[in-house]
T-cell receptor, first 111, second 117 residues
Framework: QQQVKQSPQSLIVQKGGISIINCAYE??????FPWYQQFPGKGPALLIA?????SEKKEGRFTISFNKSAKQFSLHIMDSQPGDSATYFC??????????FGQGTRLTINP | GAVVSQHPSWVICKSGTSVKIECRSL??????MFWYRQFPKQSLMLMAT?????????EQGVEKDKFLINHASLTLSTLTVTSAHPEDSSFYIC?????????????FGDGTRLSIL
């Protein structure tokens, strides 16, 4: 019940396209859903996060869509750029408790 | 703001050596810090949670005598890999949270790549 399942494992998108990564969770007590971006040899950096009281949050080219009834949330990257090529992790937590991470998605943006 | 510094970024040492990794919160007080291990092309695996001034809480399967964690101040936590062996080679990442601030997210350091020969 602590799992967060992330898909796809890898994704290739053309420059300018929309990148979509999906996550599903089981624990309905989770109340915080962040997305992290990680470049090779670096630690994860917080991109955007959402709480279950809203269905969508947008920051620049990045949007989180949240479906509480389906226990799913997704990251959309609009106008994807080669600099967005990285590994993306979704995560979930209850309050200030530990984060449960998804398996990661390796995103490649072709120029 | 919310910068977490990790040191060293890369260490190579001989088998049997103990290695200490430092994690510092530079511009906030971190009442809680987390230590993760990450294998190539895999997700982050939480090893332990440390709270300032108290013993760390280790995840199931993590040897507490092997991975010593000390969180002696509000800005510093250390992970010591004792008597390291080649199988301990990995990417170790810390994160910190200012639990005194409502809804504060975890901020991650840039990791330490540990190679045991």
């Amino acid at each position: 019940q602590q799992q967060v399942k992330q898909s796809p494992q890898s994704l290739i998108v053309q420059k300018g396209g929309i990148s979509i990564i999906n996550c599903a969770y089981e624990n309905t007590a989770f109340d915080y859903f962040p997305w992290y971006q990680q470049f090779p040899g670096k630690g994860p950096a917080l991109l955007i996060a959402i709480r279950p009281d809203v269905s969508e949050k947008k920051e620049g080219r990045f949007t989180i869509s949240f479906n509480k009834s389906a226990k799913q949330f997704s990251l959309h990257i609009m106008d994807s750029q080669p600099g967005d090529s990285a590994t993306y992790f979704c995560a979930a937590s209850k309050g200030a408790q530990k984060l449960v991470f998804g398996q990661g998605t390796r995103l490649t943006i072709n120029p | 703001g919310a910068v977490v510094s990790q040191h060293p970024s890369w260490v190579i040492c001989k088998s049997g050596t103990s290695v200490k990794i430092e994690c510092r919160s530079l511009d906030f007080q971190a009442t809680t810090m987390f230590w993760y291990r990450q294998f190539p092309k895999q997700s982050l695996m939480l090893m332990a949670t440390s709270n300032e001034g108290s013993k760390a809480t280790y995840e199931q399967g993590v040897e507490k005598d092997k991975f010593l964690i000390n969180h002696a101040s509000l800005t510093l936590s250390t992970l010591t890999v004792t008597s390291a062996h080649p199988e301990d080679s990995s990417f170790y990442i810390c994160s910190a949270r200012d639990a005194g601030v409502l809804n504060q997210p975890q901020h991650f350091g840039d990791g330490t790549r540990l190679s045991i020969l």
